[in-house]
């Protein structure tokens, strides 16, 4: 089960973390991923990390957000810093425990195949 929370309100510029706890699975994920979704658009990865904490931004630049993993808490966070309108949306997270392998941006695609997604949390940058 992966249960996402932090979502907000915020006004253009302004800082929010996400966090995605896992819990109820017999091993640890192999990856995890951040995805958005905002109304009339495609689901787009923001970015994945490793069980080592390894973490990966196919798209560039980004040196806006950071993705981390805290394996003692089993939960995984985006840090969003100065955020745009375009920026707003739904955020989810993703977790796949095949150890597929994968690299950049494909593992986008694996993350998505995976079926574990949690309900999402809305962020709307105003």
């Known amino acids: 089960q992966l249960v996402e929370s932090g979502g907000d309100s915020v006004q253009t510029g302004g800082s929010l973390r996400l966090s995605c706890v896992v819990s109820?699975?017999?091993?640890?994920?192999?990856?995890m991923g951040w995805f958005r979704q905002a109304p009339g658009k495609d689901r787009e990865g923001v970015a994945w990390?490793?069980?080592?904490?390894?973490?990966t931004y196919p798209r560039s630049p980004n040196d806006r957000f950071t993705i981390s993993l805290d394996r003692d808490k089993d939960t995984l966070y985006l840090q969003m810093n100065d955020l745009k309108p375009e920026d707003s949306a739904m955020y989810y997270c993703?977790?796949?425990?095949?150890?597929?392998?994968?690299?950049?941006?494909?593992?986008?695609?694996?993350?998505?195949?995976?079926?574990?997604w949690g309900q999402g949390t809305q962020v709307t940058v105003s």
């Open positions: 993703a977790a796949d425990l095949s150890n597929t392998f994968c690299s950049g941006a494909n593992c986008f695609d694996l993350l998505a195949r995976s079926g574990h």
């Open positions: 990390t490793d069980r080592y904490n390894t973490a």
């Open positions: 109820g699975y017999t091993r640890r994920p192999y990856k």
